[in-house]
């Protein structure tokens, strides 16, 4: 990805020159950083933390990747140098992301909770909470960093209506509250067509008229006589602190925070510490779900194990009926594993993450690892029924398919090598599949010529011992003839 995405949070109540201030700094900061081709800022809005004054946001387009071949060009290292650049502004949070793999899942590559209120208690109840899970999140290694765009600082205006006085001057206390919202929040109207396009009409007063608590004045609501009043006089305001905006998940009042996993960690293994933090800090009537991407990958990953075991049941059933033994099959299913922790062990030489291309290296792996080992039992199988004894057949089928096996596995290991060492656009993925795959192969291969024939020799023998071939009814038929 060659997109960074800069979220920027002053303090609440921040007016837009102070954000704006805030965010030249940030970009004086920023701006020389070599891998860096063009950027745009906005005050005013946040990617996060959404639209306000007191945000703002940076979207960086990197350099391609002909540009930035060094070590240290890549997106998270950039992201870190934005970091190291930043830290030491005390006056704003900041963030810095890359966008999401999948557009429309999230807002961020990361992951992607809410902390919700199950039991119906106060928001400051649920902000504490929350930060307590993130100071948790941030104590863990797997975690980069985690923040929360909410606050309960923000200054407000709380409006109070005099109902009594509004039934006595025959003004409806909602026509107060319409005209409040029509002159400051706005109000929709209607439409019009204009140069062959539509516009929506708004009908809202204008900046001026509406900066302080003394335009109520000028506000009118009618009365069902027909005659005008101020709304200032049906009105109380109070000054207090609270949320800028409130969200609900799932029906619950629920609080969003962002992370990223730390360089080194996958994003399962983020979403594992944020199971055990949540276990350790949420306390009874609180909980959480993840969202975005992380949601499908949370929800998902606790049935890959269950489909794998599928897999190898129904592998194990072709394979009884393709060898009409229920022991032999064991030996080619055993013999897999070693080519899996060459993949591993591969992965952790070239500190790559358990990702999900690597998982798709394993499938492709494991078919060419037991087509091997089906290769060197069904030789030997073949073999021991001409009367070959069981060692003998081991060794004549490790012998025989040697050439056959380095061919095939050789060939894949040349044919991986350009994903293994590949550079630029989706480098990362193709990697991921190129070692885990080579690693396999390699120690995988090297293992299956020696472990493949003794693991043929002990389940050959425990399948003569307690199933002794059966004679087929024909052949019974045609001796007794």
Known sequence: MGTVFVDVRTSPGTNLE?????????????????????FSKIVGNGMISGQ???????????KDWDERTQKGDDINSVISEIYRR???????????????????????SGFEIYVQDQKGGTTEDL????????????????ISRATTSFDTKFPQYLVEIDAARCKRNGVSPADVLNVLSGYIGGSYASNMNRFSKLYRVMVQASPEYRLDTESLDNMFVRNDAGEM???????????????????HFNLFSAISVNGTPAPGYSSG????????????????????EFSGMSREEASTGSSTTIIFIICVVFIYLILCALYESVFIPIAVILSVPFGLTGSFLFAKMFGLENNIYLQIGLLMLIGL?????????????????????????????????LRPILMTSLTMIFGMLPLMFATGVGANGNISVGVGTVGGMLIGTIALLFIVPVLFIIFQSLQEKYMPERKRPELEESKSN
Do not use: C, W
């Not at 930043?86 to 961020?108: E, R």
């Not at 902000?127 to 863990?140: C, E, P, S, V, W």
């Not at 000054?239 to 969200?247: F, I, K, N």
């Open 52 to 62: 306000g004054a007191a945000n703002g946001m940076f979207i960086i387009r990197l």
């Open 86 to 108: 930043t830290d030491d502004i005390a006056s704003a949070d900041i963030m810095a992301f890359a966008q999401p793999m999948i557009p429309g899942y999230g807002v961020s």
């Open 369 to 401: 690892l037991a087509k091997t080992a089906i290769l060197l039992t069904e030789y030997a199988s073949e073999r021991r029924k001409h009367g070959m004894s069981i060692p003998q057949a081991a060794i004549s089928a490790a012998q025989i398919r």
């Open 127 to 142: 902000l504490t909470i929350t930060k307590n899970m993130i100071d948790g999140l941030n104590a863990r290694p797997e």
């Open 269 to 288: 293994q983020a979403i594992q510490a944020v199971h055990e933090v949540a276990a350790q800090t949420l306390p009874a009537g609180y909980g959480f």
């Open 229 to 247: 009043s101020p709304v200032s006089q049906y009105l109380t305001l109070t000054r207090v602190y609270g949320a800028e905006t409130l969200s």
């Open 18 to 38: 102070t954000t704006q201030t805030i965010v030249n700094e940030i970009q004086e900061r920023i701006q020389d950083i070599p891998q860096i081709k063009m």
